[in-house]
C-alpha cells in the first residue's frame, strides 16, 4: 500500500504508460493538426488568399480540431489519476501526466488563437 506522507511512488511501468498516454496523445493532435492543414489549403475560397487559414470555419478547425484531441487527453490523465488514487498506487505520475498535458494545450489554444486572429 502507497502511504501518501512517505511519497513512495517509484513505479516503472505506470510510469511508462503515462508517458506512452501523452506521447499518443501528441501524436494524434498532430496528425489531426496535419489533416486539418491540408484540408484548408486545398479549399477554393482560401486559394487566392495567400494566408492558409483565410476563413471562420478553416480557423475554427485548426483550432478546435487538435485542441479538443488535447483537451480530452487531459481529462483522461486526472481522470486516470483518480482510479490510479482510489485503487492506492502511484497516482502522482498520472497527475503529472494530467499536468503536462494540460500546459500543452493552454500553450497549443492561446499560441494558436493569436497567430489566427492577427
Do not use: N
Amino acid at each position: 500500500m502507497v502511504d501518501d506522507v512517505e511519497k513512495r511512488w517509484h513505479d516503472p511501468g505506470m510510469y511508462r504508460h503515462a508517458a506512452g498516454y501523452c506521447v499518443g496523445v501528441l501524436i494524434v493532435a498532430g496528425l489531426l493538426f496535419l489533416a486539418v492543414d491540408e484540408w484548408a489549403g486545398r479549399r477554393e475560397t482560401c486559394a487566392q488568399s495567400p494566408r492558409t487559414f483565410c476563413d471562420g470555419t478553416s480557423q475554427a478547425a485548426i483550432l478546435g480540431g487538435p485542441g479538443l484531441v488535447l483537451v480530452i487527453g487531459t481529462v483522461g490523465a486526472f481522470v486516470t489519476t483518480y482510479r490510479v488514487w482510489r485503487q492506492r498506487r502511484a497516482w502522482p505520475i498520472w497527475q503529472g501526466a494530467g499536468w503536462f498535458l494540460m500546459v500543452v494545450t493552454l500553450a497549443y489554444l492561446s499560441i494558436g488563437t493569436g497567430s489566427v486572429m492577427s
